[in-house]
């Protein structure tokens, strides 16, 4: 069996190499996920994912036509 890789600004690690963490951020408009990947205490992988808690009102940011 393959030993599975993640990309990294070190190129493809093995994923058991690196420490993984994780957190969570939320205020009034968003929550946001956080992941991030350590290599001997660097950080060499993030990544984030957003989600609003209200829509954007598009209409009001294009005008009108």
Same mark, same amino acid.
């Given at each position: ?9 070190? *190129?493809?690690?093995?994923?058991? #190499? ?8 939320? !205020?009034?408009? %968003? ?9 001997? *205490?660097?950080?060499?992988?993030? #990544? ?8 954007? !009102?598009?209409? %009001? ?5």
């Amino acid at each position: 069996m393959e030993t599975p890789l993640i990309w990294t600004t070190k *190129g493809n690690i093995p994923v058991e #190499s690196l420490e993984y963490k994780y957190f969570w951020l939320e !205020d009034e408009e %968003s929550i946001k996920f956080v992941e991030e990947y350590y290599l001997d *205490g660097e950080k060499v992988k993030s #990544s984030s994912h957003l989600r609003l808690k209200n829509g954007v !009102d598009v209409f %009001s940011q294009a005008g009108t036509f």
